[in-house]
């Protein structure tokens, strides 16, 4: 099962009648944020032609459920799911029960259990495929679908299979309304619907893989030299995290080194377009200057501190550095993704940008799928969270240290360019492994601490733990089942707030979720 799964939003944001079995002109009045107008949605291609609006986004390779609660013989659009179809028939009775589950159960923790669901599947043809036999390929998932929403007593009123710029109406044998060949999607942006929420400030952000883009991992020479850079720091920076004095310097060096970046990145000229922003901001970052801030954040508690900048001018200039930084975690460096993606995640939930947190955290988890702090993160923003309640546990935090930064001035102008950068002092050499690189899963200190430590070279003995099979750099993953929950303890306890607050280790749901 392709693990990417996300719920897209609790809003309830229009309203939706029962069917009217033959025609299908189901009236869907949609009420726009702050105004009484309404837009009714009368038959399937209309329902179709909601769903970026319903979602935020253009959904790919997606099984998508929307809950509808009823009112006076009406409804009302309520929570949303997603998850990608995996590639596997056989893993599709699994999928549609999860996503179900996840949303039904999510739905009725906030006290409003949905009466309907709205089911959409989406996938592009593959080579020689048409739209028509992606429809029919699906026939079997959307069957399951309405099985499996019918064991909850939640009826499926509806299911679209959108493909190849057409959709198809599973419920709807009527040539007039729903022909076997399809129905042409209308242009984007063309509809009434699409008008109302440009009204209503409602955005489309384009598709999935247009988000993904910004936090997958460099291809190419770049990524060769980026990974030759990683290398060469691995050695000395981990070999003094080992060291409690080390440890210590190597966090207030990554912390400062950070701050500096993310002047420069605020400094930086505008320019047009989310790959030019991501372009510039890559040139403005020295490879070595990201090895440097990658490993350093492995470790939780220079990770936590920097996870500080979150809001007023910090914050866009963090995110755009964690983006930076996830794009450089290359080759074998795949999982320490993790760290970076985990704090764009934060960044992005803590100003508002649900969307682009989901995707972070759970591109986090794909890097990683036992990286706690990522994992709790998803579940609060999937579960619709307020996260004023962890920024305040980040806040107290950083008024006892002093600040992020540990006592590293912002006074002074760093010279253009990635030129001038500090590099870190004297180190404890780790001895190197006849040229094979030898990356570990973890380390556990005698302290207790969990800290997470991956290098080229040989671990000081007592330290190494059994390697572990790297993944592509903040890629999802696919599994036949979603990651199961995993809480490591460390003494006991296990982290649940950033910046060392903690409560008693408790599961945590992956996979599919539903609000």
């Not at 949605?41 to 609660?69: C, F, H, K, N, Q």
């Not at 043809?125 to 679908?145: D, H, K, N, S, Y």
């Not at 030299?225 to 990554?254: F, W, Y």
């Not at 404890?428 to 290098?455: L, N």
Request: hydrophobic residues 35%; contains cysteine.
């Amino acid at each position: 099962m392709t693990n990417h799964s996300e719920t897209t939003g609790s809003s309830e944001n229009g309203d939706i009648p029962g069917p009217v079995p033959r025609s299908r002109a189901a009236r869907t009045p949609y009420d726009s944020p702050g105004d009484e107008h309404q837009v009714t949605l009368r038959t399937p291609a209309e329902l179709a032609d909601a769903l970026p609006y319903l979602l935020g986004y253009r959904p790919e390779d997606s099984i998508v459920l929307v809950a509808l609660r009823g009112r006076n013989g009406r409804g009302r659009f309520g929570g949303r799911a997603r998850l990608g179809i995996p590639a596997h028939p056989e893993d599709w009775p699994g999928a549609a029960g999860q996503l179900t589950r996840g949303l039904v159960t999510g739905s009725e923790r906030r006290g409003v259990r949905p009466e309907q669901m709205v089911a959409y599947l989406c996938q592009e043809p593959g080579r020689g495929e048409t739209g028509r036999q992606v429809m029919e390929r699906l026939r079997p998932l959307a069957q399951r679908l309405r099985v499996e929403c019918g064991r909850l007593d939640v009826p499926v009123v509806e299911a679209l299979c959108i493909s190849a710029g057409r959709f198809w109406s599973y419920c709807c044998d009527d040539e007039a309304c729903c022909p076997s060949e399809g129905v042409p999607m209308g242009l984007p942006g063309t509809s009434v619907l699409a008008a109302a929420a440009t009204y209503a400030g409602i955005q489309v952000r384009g598709s999935l893989s247009d988000l993904r883009a910004r936090l997958l991992p460099r291809e190419g020479a770049v990524a060769g030299e980026q990974e030759v850079a990683l290398d060469a720091a691995a050695v000395p920076l981990v070999s003094r995290i080992l060291d409690d004095t080390g440890r210590s310097e190597v966090a207030g060096e990554t912390l400062d080194l950070a701050q500096r970046i993310m002047r420069r990145l605020a400094r930086a000229r505008p320019v047009s377009g989310l790959p030019a922003e991501d372009l510039r901001d890559d040139q403005l970052l020295a490879n070595d200057e990201a090895a440097a801030l990658i490993l350093g954040l492995q470790d939780r508690t220079t990770r936590d501190r920097a996870a500080q900048w979150m809001e007023g001018d910090e914050a866009l200039p963090a995110l755009r550095l964690w983006r930076a930084l996830a794009r450089r975690c290359v080759g074998s460096y795949g999982e320490h993704a993790a760290a970076p993606l985990t704090l764009a995640g934060w960044v992005a939930w803590s100003t508002g940008d649900e969307l682009e947190a989901r995707e972070a955290l759970a591109m986090a988890l794909g890097a990683d799928p036992d990286y706690l702090f990522a994992r709790l993160l998803h579940q609060a923003c999937n579960e619709g969270l307020d996260p004023e309640s962890i920024r305040r546990c980040l806040r107290a935090e950083r008024e006892n240290h002093g600040g992020a930064g540990d006592g590293a001035s912002d006074e002074g102008v760093e010279a253009d360019g990635a030129a001038q950068r500090e590099r870190p002092g004297p180190s404890t050499t780790v001895p190197a492994a006849s040229g094979r690189r030898r990356r570990t899963r973890s380390v556990v200190p005698s302290d207790g601490v969990r800290r997470r430590a991956k290098w080229q070279g040989r671990a000081p003995a007592g330290n190494q733990t059994r390697p572990r099979t790297p993944t592509a750099g903040g890629a999802p993953r696919t599994d036949s089942t979603p990651p199961r929950a995993s809480a490591k303890q460390s003494s006991g306890r296990t982290e649940a707030c950033p910046g060392g607050a903690r409560k008693g280790t408790s599961g945590t749901g992956g996979g599919a979720e539903g609000v």
